[in-house]
């Protein structure tokens, strides 16, 4: 991957994530979620194939690999799967849908939704709820994967806590807002809710094209197998524990730059792989900022794209932070 927000407004963001607004109340009490939801058996089974089978594939590939030397096409298949479903997330899922950081024609909106969901991490309208739920209510009661949270003190308790969000919550019983709350703006687009809604057709394209290319390439049903592998397989496996990272490590390791209510940190060695997530305690501070790295050495890849897309004319309504209002929230 506490009281119920209301609907975001139609008006330009600021800083403020809208769907905190009610938040302050889930220190009272958890208004509006209902009943903790138990995930049913095939939805854990689900979760279970598509987290364990990609670490199976990954020792199978290991395996054979001691006879078989890591070819050019494996590595070039590899990438080109995951950075425009790395993308799709980081960009499509996070800055453009659940914060709305930028404006895009309806055409690339669906794309980067198509390339996030090719990621296989949900499908796009449950991403944005449970993101838009953690942000409203980040390392308190309601959020439902912090390592903060009702896990006990020691090393004991942080090793709960870590496993729980970077994995366990997944499996577990969570409080749950209802996408007509939390993503009534998702809801209402047709396109969107139409990738939602054929969220397995889209996950098997995502399982599809890398075989296709190892066929194209390697001119092998082998080959084809081969791709699948490393561009279905592993590349599934990395890019789910980037995002698992920036649930658990990110809000426990690294460093604070700005003053936030919760745990967010700054990650630096995970943020090429992330395309720039892992710069969380200064999304956390702005959270409908476009670009998370905001110092010249913070690499930002996802900020990068949405820049160069800002340049051509391919979007607009940028959301950036000046100087000022970064210092407003510096921490000495």
Request: aromatic share 10%; glycine share 10%.
């Amino acid at each position: 991957m506490s009281t119920i927000a209301p609907a975001p407004p139609k008006t330009k963001q600021t800083e403020t994530e809208p769907t905190a607004a009610s938040a302050s109340a889930a220190d009272d009490h958890l208004d509006g979620l209902g009943a903790p939801i138990v995930a049913k058996k095939i939805d854990r089974l689900a979760t279970a194939t598509i987290t364990v089978l990609p670490v199976l594939l990954l020792a199978f590939a290991v395996w054979q690999t001691w006879n078989r030397e890591l070819s050019w096409n494996d590595v070039l298949i590899f990438v080109v799967m995951y950075v425009p479903c790395g993308l799709g997330v980081t960009v499509g899922f996070h800055r453009l849908l659940t914060h709305r950081s930028f404006k895009t024609a309806p055409w690339l909106r669906a794309v980067f939704a198509i390339c996030g969901t090719m990621a296989i991490e949900g499908p796009v309208i449950d991403w944005v709820t449970f993101h838009r739920q953690h942000h409203a209510y980040s390392d308190r009661p309601g959020d439902p994967h912090s390592p903060h949270v009702g896990h006990g003190e020691g090393l004991r308790g942080a090793l709960s806590g870590l496993a729980h969000a970077h994995l366990g919550w997944l499996f577990e019983q969570v409080q749950r807002g209802s996408a007509e709350r939390y993503a009534p703006d998702l809801l209402a687009d047709p396109v969107i809710s139409f990738i939602d809604k054929t969220f397995i057709f889209w996950s098997l394209l995502g399982l599809a094209i890398p075989f296709g290319l190892g066929v194209l390439l390697g001119g092998t049903l082998q080959a084809g197998l081969w791709g699948l592998v490393w561009g279905g397989a592993v590349r599934m496996l990395v890019l789910h524990h980037v995002t698992y990272s920036i649930n658990s490590l990110c809000h426990f390791f690294g460093r604070r730059r700005f003053h936030t209510d919760d745990q967010s940190r700054n990650l630096l060695w995970l943020a090429p792989l992330s395309f720039g997530e892992s710069w969380h305690n200064n999304h956390h501070a702005f959270p409908t900022s476009a670009f998370h790295g905001m110092r010249a050495y913070e690499l930002d890849l996802s900020g990068l794209l949405i820049a160069t897309l800002e340049r051509v004319g391919l979007a607009w309504d940028v959301q950036r932070i000046g100087a000022e209002r970064q210092a407003t929230k510096t921490l000495g």
